[in-house]
């Protein structure tokens, strides 16, 4: 993982501790930790900005209401971005606007042909399993992400925790904190 200038623990118990975000097994700190390791594992072949996913996985369902339809989710986590950008963490204009679109629309069935948005979709569709779903390569965006799914390769995921120490460091801290809560 690169070293970034966003203080991300800080930032991912700001987002865990808001009393708006609904404590769901489904949509919540577990999945945003699960996208964060898919778009990280994906980015590294797409070549694209590293905070910008991990900001995508931790804004994208932040502001959800239910694990039902809630089709403005989007919407409200990407405002939630917004009035947490230059207070909680700093990020380039340009780069804000491909978050605030990817948190935005994830879950509208749009296409792009941004590599960075596509790989914040392709991030969290990966973890559709979660609800019984096998992601469909038809609505993947990158080849790393429709490999997985074609060649069945799961552990790939997997493994990107278990190779990487400081990230699996984070990850169980992360976990603690969220059993905590």
Known sequence: MKSSSIDFKKLWKIVISNKDRIDSRVHGPEHWVRVQRNGLYICKQNNVDEDI????????DSMRQNDGRDSQHGLRGAEYAKLLLNKEYKLADDKFELLYYACQYHSK????????IGTCWD???LDLRRVGIKPTEKYLYSDAAKLIVKENKWRRLEQKISNTSRFTNWWKKLLNYINML
Not at 109 to 116: L, N, S
């Open 53 to 60: 996913i991990r900001l995508f996985a931790l804004f994208h």
């Open 109 to 116: 069935h749009r296409a792009t042909e941004d590599k960075t």
């Open 123 to 125: 991030a969290d569709r």
